[in-house]
């Protein structure tokens, strides 16, 4: 007897609950859902989709949990090379779908599934990082992709599922909504213009402070180990620093970048403790790390993001980067003061035993203890030379 066993990578929204009926009534498969979890549903919603998930019709339903094996093989090095794409986006979903695409396929396997389908349209990042990661995981399994193979809009989804008796609320199904441990995606039909913001309303999080409120994160070795002064372990550290600073609508922004597809895309996004935390973590790195380190930490993070970004997450590289981002951190211990406000948030300094400000060398544009002016003028004369040089031979004009 043929294996028609399918696990469909679900989340409760329109392309998987078309998928769901899509499977099962027209390829004539037993759909099994699975949801990835990495930290960015709270119970009462998993439990929500769990229903939803048996309400279209699945034969079984499972969440798996990956919040913290999540963050410490992901998350955690973003936070370490300081990651953001663009100088804007800290890689919320892109680090999000290559974790759950692994948990997917293992999941799959174990269960002795035929194929593993999921709801990617053929236009965007995802549809690389799920079909590359099962590839390279499980290549026996047979990938499906109705939303791509027949080229969807969000309003054939809906009259097909209104067709077999679901209801859709247009006003929910206009924006795609991907919440994770890392931030939460954003996209409708403004993302698909160049010139329209996103409004209010399409973000989850909604203005509810309006008073300034300060908070402290305190890094050992460069994980997050206490916020305001009580220990805490860095992913629960991430989500009350997300729940706090979310009432101030901190974090939100639109995206653009190069995709792997080679099209520029578009999308809004809102993450207040990836921004509050990387650029705190920053700060303490800029007063405990030296000149060079804090250069190729740089350029080594930056490509690191890239790498995740582009579904590279298995290239043997990435591992050495990992190597040299986590040596780094050695000194990157102390405690960044941060000030909360409406829209925005302000780094307000740092204490740390490893500061290098602390040293008695000198005080930047005040006092020099380790040396004399006559110095200066000597270094600043050898400096010189190989200019002097250059510009002598080739009768350059200063």
Known sequence: MKNNKVVLAFSGGLDTSYCVKYLKHNKGLEVHS??????????????????????LGVKTHIVLEET????????????????????????????????QA???????????????AHGSTGAGNDQIRFDLIIQLIAPELEIITPIRDQELSRKDEIDFLANHGVKVDWKKAQYSINKGLWGTSVGGSETLTSDLPLPESAFPSQLESTESSTISLSFCKGEICKLNGEKIDPVTAIQNIEEM??????????????????????????????????????????????????????QLGTWYG?????????????????TFLEATQVNVTGTVTIELHPYRFVV??????????????????????????NDVKGFTKIMANSMQIFNHVNKNEL
């Open 34 to 55: 699975a949801i990835v979890n990495t930290g960015g549903f709270l119970i009462e919603e998993l439990l929500e989709i769990e229903d939803k998930a048996y309400t």
């Open 102 to 116: 692994i948990a997917l396929a293992n999941y799959a396997k174990s269960i002795g599934a035929a194929s593993i």
């Open 306 to 322: 890239m790498f995740i970004h582009e579904s590279q997450y298995f290239e043997p590289v990435m591992r050495n980067i990992e």
């Open 348 to 373: 307000q300094g740092i204490t740390s035993k490893h500061d290098l400000m602390n040293s008695d060398f000198g005080e930047y544009g005040e006092v020099n203890k380790n040396w004399s002016g």
């Open 245 to 298: 600073a979310g009432k101030f609508a901190i974090g939100r922004d639109i995206h653009v970048g190069d995709t792997i597809i080679g099209i520029k895309g578009r999308v809004g996004f809102e993450a207040a403790a990836a921004g509050i935390i990387i650029k705190a973590h920053h700060t303490l790195e800029k007063h405990t790390l030296s000149k060079w380190q804090l250069h190729w930490k740089e």
């Open 68 to 99: 913290q094996t999540y963050y410490n093989k992901i998350v955690k090095y973003l936070i370490f090379g300081n990651v953001l794409k663009n100088n804007s986006y800290p890689l919320s979903v892109s680090a999000e779908r290559i974790h």
